[in-house]
């Protein structure tokens, strides 16, 4: 089993700048890769970005990807080997959202939720001014 734990959500303004942090503790060598995924009251679930360390990366690092409308706003990174951030520039009201970490074990790389096997509580992050 794996948990994961998200921190750093909150309020901020339109063209201000968040960074979540998503902590996994209990078997971490069993993941492949860890990703962020959000929801707008009344919408789906939707991938955000996720970081794979598949194939032997395993101090830290990891091959990034990004859903389009966050691509060049937003950047996943991988402190070490079981701590993920996401750090959230030029927000948008639009991504208004619960954001959750999620994390997979399966080397293969999806963005779908069904290919994620944990996740967290998740982080609530308000872009308003």
């Known amino acids: 089993q794996v948990q994961l734990v998200e921190s750093g959500g909150g309020l901020v303004q339109p063209g201000g700048s968040l960074r979540l942090s998503c902590a996994a503790s209990g078997s971490i060598f069993s993941i492949n890769a860890m990703g962020w995924f959000r929801q707008a009251p009344g919408k789906e679930r939707e991938f955000v970005a996720d970081?794979?360390?598949?194939?032997?990366?395993?101090?830290?690092?990891?091959?990034p990807g990004y859903a389009d409308s966050v691509k060049d706003r937003f950047t996943i990174s991988r402190d070490n080997k079981n701590t993920v951030t996401l750090q959230m520039n030029s927000l948008k009201p639009e991504d208004t959202a619960v954001y959750y970490c999620?994390?997979?074990?399966?080397?293969?790389?999806?963005?779908?939720?069904?290919?994620?096997?944990?996740w967290g509580q998740g982080t609530q992050v308000t872009v308003s001014s």
């Open positions: 970081i794979n360390w598949s194939g032997g990366i395993t101090w830290g690092g990891g091959i």
């Open positions: 999620a994390a997979r074990a399966s080397p293969v790389v999806v963005t779908t939720q069904g290919g994620y096997n944990y």
